[in-house]
């Protein structure tokens, strides 16, 4: 494990240099076996991560630097004045690989991230904020860096989603686990900035197929990371070239802090219960809904709006508006306990039915609306 192998490097460092701690009183600042100057001169040699396979629960309030390497925000700037959502970009440089990087609000974990970089939206309410940012890297070390913002407004959510260059997938199954189930691996493709068809000339288009009947492709963006937006409404449109061909088409949202995750999952389930199903978060099962859901029409555009709500520990499902016509459904669950990946994101998947017939979904004014 090259985290381990870190360590013992600087265990060895300290054996070379005679005391690196009394280097650093005297204000020598030298490297050691090229190693960076944070790493030779640490006067500690920190544990390393027991298992960089899990995700721990965050810190807080957030753990103080341990001979930090460089970690950066290079936007907003300190002091900004700026609306919400905001966005942070920022880039760590370990000397290992990473382990997890998170943000902070006021002391709070509202983002986590395996990636050295953080290019996200951070919702947070009008007001004076300290926005912190922890990187540590599997050999243990840990940077810090923050900042100070002044939100001013309130803007309507994430817009135009389908744009985004950081959508990411997988078909049955995710490092063991199982992400969109089915029954084999689906062969797919996304394609971004469709000028056709499209409603305003960049559509994104998915394709499904495969050789394995029931085959599925889970996609989803990671728009960033808040606690105090609670209101939901994931609004687009959608065009289907064969109607007839998906199993089901799902739209979900996720939001996640404190070690809890409200998912609000929901199904157009055409070929089992014809109704649009919701996700139990809690028991992780489908339940379907009264409101009626049968093969929409091919090579046409579909208006789809979900209404949902964060109610303490509970995901509360709305409404559901499709082709304009609104349902009650007016349903509560309770949340997923013992989750420790901050974030906030929307997810649309592809089911392929039992002759896994391969079809093409384009996505349009992709929008999650937050208050």
């Known amino acids: 494990m090259r985290g381990k192998q870190s360590s013992q ?10 005391s690196i701690l009394l280097a650093l009183v005297l204000g020598i600042f030298v490297s050691c076996q090229g190693l960076p100057a944070n790493v030779a001169n640490c006067p500690v040699t920190p544990t390393p991560p027991a298992n960089t396979s899990i995700v721990p629960p965050a810190k807080e309030p957030p753990p103080a630097a341990l001979c930090g390497f460089p970690l950066t925000i290079s936007s907003p700037g300190n002091s900004a004045s700026v609306h919400s959502p905001v966005p942070i970009v920022a880039a760590a440089n370990p000397p290992d690989p990473i382990y997890t990087v998170r943000l902070y609000v006021d002391g709070a974990a509202v983002l986590y ?5 953080v290019n996200q939206l951070i919702w947070m309410p009008n007001g004076q904020h300290t926005v912190e940012i922890v990187a540590e890297d599997t050999a243990g070390y840990i940077a810090t860096t923050s900042m100070q913002v002044n939100v001013v407004a309130q803007d309507s959510g994430a817009t135009a989603i389908q744009d985004r260059q950081n959508w990411v997938s997988c078909s049955a199954l995710i490092a063991g686990s199982t992400c969109a189930a089915g029954q084999g691996v689906a062969k797919s493709t996304l394609s971004l900035n469709q000028a056709a068809p499209s409603l305003d000339g960049s559509a994104a288009k998915f394709s499904l197929a495969g050789d394995h009947p029931y085959s599925n492709e889970l996609y989803w963006t990671p728009l960033g990371g808040g606690n105090n937006v609670s209101h939901f409404s994931y609004d687009l449109w959608f065009y289907i070239d064969n109607g007839n061909a998906p199993q089901s088409l799902e739209f979900d949202v996720n939001q996640a802090f404190g070690g809890t995750r409200w998912t609000w999952g929901t199904q ?6 014809h109704h649009w199903d919701i996700w139990d978060p809690l028991h992780e099962i489908w339940v379907p809904t009264s409101v009626p859901c049968n093969h929409f029409p091919s090579n046409t555009w579909i208006h789809l709006v979900w209404n949902l709500e964060r109610v303490g520990n509970q995901v509360h499902y709305i409404d559901v508006s499709v082709a304009d016509q609104t349902y009650n459904v007016d349903t509560y669950y309770t949340a997923q306990p013992n989750w420790f990946q901050e974030e906030i994101d929307i997810a649309f998947q592809m089911d392929g039915n039992y002759k896994q017939e391969p079809y093409d979904v384009w996505l349009d004014e992709v929008n999650l609306f937050t208050n």
Do not use: Y
């Open 9 to 18: 490097r600087v265990q060895r460092c300290f054996l070379i240099t005679g």
């Open 113 to 117: 991230t395996p990636q050295p970089t």
């Open 268 to 273: 157009c389930d055409f070929d089992q219960t």
